[in-house]
């Protein structure tokens, strides 16, 4: 069974660019979690997302959007990159959510220049 | 809200010892997961182990066990014969136990485990 991708694994951006993530679950997942990973403030929720609606969101401005498709793939948008915006995106797709086990992907890099 | 402290940033132990990495949260909740993750160098984080807060008995997976304390909200991780393959950032992490609902997961802020010769 394959595992989480996600793509890009590597983007560089330039400050007030907007930038598209991809995530694709283990087949059969519907659940799908977004994570921003950082050396100074570690790994934060960003949102999760199952049968197509977002069931939480943790605490990050507007600028953070996701969606997911009818096939539990699932994007998340960044728009008017900052510099602090490089970091790792990962996200973990499980079947149900609350409880499962997640499953990681390797997560894309984002550069802010 | 949750919170997942880890006090150990590093830490070290030669091949075939053991070693435990502590973990303690906070909550108000009487229904939730713990869990132990492990990020190698430039790879993918995958589950170490995992603990439902409601079972007494603390979950083991071959080499690795856990000391699950509920009254003092304390979730250590213990590695016995540790092998080169165990170097990683390790990470506590928390999760709410609501059926059906998100799976969003609480961190704390890692101990990087070296194992060496």
Sequence with gaps: KAGVTQTPRYLIKTRGQQVTLSCSPISGHRSVSWYQQTPGQG???LFEYFSETQRNKGNFPGR????QFSNSR???NVS???LGDSALYLCASSFWGSGDEQFFGPGTRLTVL | ???VTQS???MSVQEAETVTLSCTYDTSESNYYLFWY???PSRQMILVIRQEAYKQQNAT???FSVNFQKAAKSFSLKISDSQLGDTAMYFCAFMNHNTGTASKLTFGTGTRLQVTL
Excluded: D, Y
């Design chain 2, 8 to 10: 150990q940033p590093e």
């Design chain 1, 43 to 45: 790994l934060q929720f």
């Design chain 1, 80 to 82: 008017t990159l900052e």
């Design chain 1, 64 to 67: 953070f959007s996701g969606r």
């Design chain 2, 38 to 40: 492990k990020q190698p």
């Design chain 1, 74 to 76: 699932s994007e998340m």
């Design chain 2, 61 to 63: 997976e071959n080499r």
């Design chain 2, 1 to 3: 809200a949750q919170t």
